[in-house]
Structures are given as structure tokens and as C-alpha cells.
């Protein structure tokens, strides 16, 4: 058992580096689009094969890691390639989907109240993101309304889950049967916490499900050249964080 679980952990290890060399090798490409697009050479054709290509990229990686939860679920909730930064803003094992609409809003210097009579009349605003129309902004919005819902839903889901690890239930299972040493407590308390694990890996696929379909709307919503320049934004931010939270436990473990 213990080396099927070193196993796992490695397999999740190589998945999180892996993944992360590709971040960095899809944004050149995509940073390198948006300079194209910016000199007039703006090919939507390739945009959208562009986007479609790192989409899909997002699909594998969170397929791969619903098959390797499956087996070993505990690591994904703070993972050990991981900053304690990056831990630290955690929502069920990745970023909240929320945020990745949040995100919208900020590149696009989008302030609703400001802007209000402008979006009433059909017209566009700028702002880092490029110009984005009333009508972009308002199924953004709808989006963002539609996602915090289904995040609520999750996040109830996840703290029963969080309770049920101390509540009557595990807790029973894990009860010694006799006095002295019992190694059948232990095969109870194993089989207690699988059960568990399974359903803490069933809330993590639904989270990673709810990401993948938001960041789906997102650039659906967008234009393409919007689009690989958002995608580029939030992989640009993304190491951003990683080498902030690098800093910061470097500096707390000197």
C-alpha cells in the first residue's frame, strides 16, 4: 500500500511539473500571437486553433488528475510542488472559476457603475483586454452570477465533507474494539477514510469541471484576439504567484 501511494504521489508530481513546462511553452505562443495581432498580422483562423489547442491542453491535465485522485486524493488540496502562497488561495485543489471572470473584469479596466449609461447605449469600452461591447459584458456578467452559484453549492458540499472527517459516522468506524494495542483499529479507520477520499475526489472533479466549463464560456464570449490575450494574462499572473510565493518561503525558512 505505502508504495502504491509513493507511486501515485510521484505520478501527481511529474503531472503538476509537466503541466507547468507546458504553461511556459504555450505562452510564448501565445504572448507571441498577441505582438502578431498588435502589428496588424491577425489571423482569427489560427487565434481559434490557437485557443482550442490550449483549452484542450486544460482538459488532459484535468482528466489526468481526476484518475490520479481517484487513488490518492489528499495531495491535490495542497500540493507539495506548490508555494504555500499558492496553497493558500486554494479552492477545492485549483483556482476558483469565479476568479478567472474576475480576471476579465480587471484586464478590461471594467468599472459597471462608471459605465453604466455607455453599456445602455450599445457602446464599447477599453481597457487592457482590447474593446469589449456591451453585450460581451453583459453575458460576462451573467456568467460570473451563474458560476459564484455553482461555487456556493460546492463549497456547501465540501464542508459536510469536512465535518463528516471528525463526525459520528468516522468516528464510530475508528473506535477500538478492545483495550491495548488493536491493528484492526487502524484497518477500520483505513477503510473509513478511503470511503471518505473517494468523496472528497468526487468534489474535486466537479470543481475542476466547473473550471473547465467557465474558462470554455469565458473565451467563447471574448474575440479571438481577446482571448489568446487573456489566456496569455492568466498564465503570465499565474507564475507571478509562483515566484512570489517562492520568495516569501524562501525568506521564512533562511
Not at 80 to 95: K, M, P, Q
Not at 118 to 128: N, P, T, V
Request: proline share 2%.
Amino acid at each position: 500500500m505505502a508504495n502504491s501511494k509513493n507511486t501515485d504521489r510521484k505520478e501527481q508530481e511529474y503531472l503538476h511539473c509537466s503541466w507547468m513546462s507546458l504553461q511556459h511553452e504555450e505562452l510564448t505562443e501565445l504572448e507571441h500571437a498577441v505582438a502578431q495581432a498588435k502589428n496588424g498580422l491577425k489571423d482569427e483562423h489560427k487565434l481559434r486553433q490557437l485557443i482550442q489547442k490550449t483549452v484542450n491542453h486544460f482538459q488532459d491535465y484535468t482528466n489526468n488528475r481526476t484518475l490520479l485522485a481517484r487513488n490518492d486524493v489528499s495531495p491535490f488540496f495542497a500540493p507539495a510542488t506548490c508555494t504555500t502562497l499558492e496553497n493558500s488561495v486554494l479552492w477545492i485543489a485549483g483556482c476558483r472559476p469565479s476568479s478567472f471572470i474576475r480576471f476579465t473584469y480587471a484586464l478590461s479596466g471594467m468599472d459597471v457603475e462608471s459605465h453604466i449609461s455607455d453599456f445602455l447605449e450599445g457602446k464599447r469600452i477599453g481597457g487592457d483586454l482590447g474593446e469589449l461591447t456591451g453585450k460581451q459584458m453583459s453575458m460576462i456578467d451573467e456568467l460570473h452570477g451563474k458560476t459564484i452559484r455553482e461555487e456556493r453549492k460546492l463549497s456547501t458540499k465540501l464542508a459536510s465533507l469536512q465535518e463528516d472527517i471528525v463526525d459520528q459516522p468516522l468516528a464510530g468506524k475508528m473506535k477500538k474494539k478492545g483495550g491495548g494495542d488493536n491493528d484492526d483499529e487502524y484497518e477500520n479507520a483505513d477503510e473509513a477514510l478511503e470511503e471518505h477520499s473517494q468523496l472528497m475526489a468526487g468534489v474535486m472533479e466537479e470543481a475542476d469541471e466547473l473550471r473547465m466549463k467557465t474558462l470554455k464560456e469565458i473565451v467563447n464570449i471574448l474575440e479571438p484576439v481577446q482571448a489568446v490575450e487573456y489566456l496569455a494574462a492568466a498564465k503570465r499572473i499565474r507564475f507571478c504567484v509562483q515566484q512570489w510565493g517562492k520568495k516569501r518561503d524562501h525568506e521564512h525558512t533562511d
